[in-house]
């Protein structure tokens, strides 16, 4: 599956790249422009909380769009040859949780449209995943980089690996590794 979905990847990224600057925000709005939104108007009334940066997008915020429909759009727009294989490969690692609770008429709204899998599953996916996933880690590695460095520090400083260095004492450090 790794080397089906690197393949699919690339042939989007070689796509996407040739339509410019713009080329992952024109994807994501092609993949959600005509999504179903689910809103109740007691979904409209609820005060949501800042999140903090790395949190995932609360139910409200996913951008749920019906599996079939990036298929097309992918077919359509970026010429892929989206096989049906590719379609489920998609499916299994972006599908968006059938048992998890949602707010809004999410159910309805896939019932009416067709997009409802037997068996009561959904097949919605969450198009900012995929997109963030065709993207790719902006700096391959950086996050584990940055991550055993960190462990480094708090190592040599004996720390603990569950509380946070301080700032200034991390920066005195670095700069003192400069040649």
Known sequence: PFARWEHIRSAVLRRVRAR???GFANLRKQLTANRQVAILPVDLEKVLDDPHPGARP????????PLDEVAATLRRDFGLHFRD?????????FAFDASAPLTGD????????G????????????????????LG??????????????????????????????????????????P
């Open 20 to 22: 410019g600057g713009m």
């Open 58 to 65: 609360v139910t409200e915020e996913r951008c749920l769009v």
């Open 85 to 93: 294989d590719d379609v489920e490969l998609v499916e299994q690692a």
């Open 106 to 113: 999410w159910e309805a709204t896939a019932l009416l449209n």
């Open 115 to 134: 997009h409802a899998r037997k068996g009561g599953g959904r097949r919605l996916i969450d198009a900012d995943l995929l997109v963030d996933a065709i």
């Open 137 to 178: 880690e902006g700096s391959p590695g950086r996050f584990r980089i940055f991550g055993r460095l960190y462990a480094r520090l708090q190592q040599e400083r004996d720390h603990g690996m569950h509380r946070s260095l301080p700032v200034r004492w991390v920066e005195e450090r670095l700069t003192s590794a400069l």
